[in-house]
């Protein structure tokens, strides 16, 4: 073809004809452009697939996670920290921060409900928290990753009614979409499974299959989550469900892991949504041998995580140093001794799944 192109190029020339000389670039040029946009639009047929759009609609069979094609999935991410207290990372540039640079495949919002740090939570100031989370779940829906909408609350059963709307709120809005994963109570505390939790359970449980049947809901268990023994022992009768077990390295070892086992034998699915790798205070020493002993448990066992916390708080469970920007860029030296085991534990188990 180019050939001909330039035969007629020269003939035009010789006729010393300037415009058709010029008409012939312009065509020239036309010719050229159009073969680079058809091959960029090649490329752009091969376009990355979110993480969401990988594993598509999670469900619950046997004791493990799936996805929508039946295949056990592991999830991997952070919480971030309360709402009311470090809202400032609770935004769309952080979370995208986390998927691109951490490569967490989920994020949890975790809505302080009472009082924390001084600070009053979603039972006074509810508009404001509620606007807090629906930016996380936002931007986790818009960058193709998970994300844990959290009753962060050590007092659910006692919130009863303002936690069953606040759930029918949510699965009214995004009950459609396989990114949302429902927490309904973060960590009852020493109070009974038969008579508070699982009641209490119930009820929220109730309310959201109403309106979406089949998201994942994670149930709380009684001693800081830690009771998914008790609770797999006299479980729940909805789809979808899994229990959550909370730990803090340096404090909660192999005695809680012989629980988990136990719940798992049982046969009901844990989601670890929230843990440490200090003490159960969430500050403290950090067991580094113990972190790694959990990270291979769940792993063996396909449970997923997230770990507590993106906050700039001062204290050993942080991630984050204080001050650290509000919109993620952070260089290493922004990240704690304990950000920096995540960040580069997430990043090695997770990378591959973004090719
Ligand atoms: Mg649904």
């Known amino acids: 073809m180019w050939q001909s192109v330039f035969g007629i190029l020269i003939q035009t020339i010789k006729m010393k004809k300037p415009f058709w000389i010029l008409l012939m670039f312009a065509l020239l040029i036309n010719i050229n452009c159009g073969t680079t946009e058809s091959g960029s639009n090649d490329n752009e047929v091969e376009k990355t697939v979110s993480i969401v759009e990988k594993f598509g609609k999670l469900s619950v069979s046997g004791n493990k996670i799936v996805d929508q094609n039946g295949e056990p999935v592991v999830l991997r991410g952070m919480s971030l920290f309360w709402s009311q207290i470090k809202g400032k990372y609770y935004n769309y540039d952080c979370v995208k921060w986390l998927r691109d640079d951490w490569k967490c495949t989920i994020v949890r919002a975790a809505m302080g409900i009472e009082q924390a740090d001084g600070l009053d939570g979603y039972l006074v100031n509810p508009q404001t928290e509620y606007d807090k989370v629906i930016t996380v779940i936002d931007a986790a829906i818009d960058l193709g990753i ?22 029918k709120r949510i699965a009214t809005k995004y009950g459609d979409k396989p990114n949302v994963i429902y927490e309904i109570y973060n960590e009852p505390m020493q109070i009974s499974w038969k008579d508070d939790v699982k009641p209490y359970s119930e009820e929220v449980i109730k309310a959201i299959r109403e309106i979406d049947h089949d998201n994942l809901i994670i149930v709380g268990t009684t001693t800081w989550s830690q009771d998914v023994d008790i609770a797999s022992n006299d479980p729940l009768n909805f789809n979808n469900l899994v229990y959550s077990l909370h730990f803090y390295a340096s404090s909660h070892k192999q005695d809680l892991r012989d629980k988990a086992v136990a719940a798992l034998n049982n046969g009901v699915a844990l989601f670890v ?24 448990f769940m792993e063996a066992n396909k449970i997923s995580w997230c770990n507590w916390s993106i906050g700039d708080k001062d204290e050993s469970s942080a991630a984050l140093k204080p001050g650290a920007n509000a919109k993620g860029v952070w260089k290493d030296s922004d990240i704690t001794k304990s950000g920096m085991i995540l960040k580069n534990k997430i990043y090695e188990f997770n990378k591959e799944l973004f090719n």
């Open 146 to 167: 998970y994300v844990i909408v959290d009753w962060h609350d050590h007092h659910a059963h006692n919130n009863k009614e303002e936690a069953i709307e606040f759930f």
């Open 273 to 296: 949504s929230e843990f440490g790798t200090t003490e159960y205070t969430g500050d403290g020493f950090i067991d580094e041998a113990e972190v790694e002993a959990w990270f291979k």
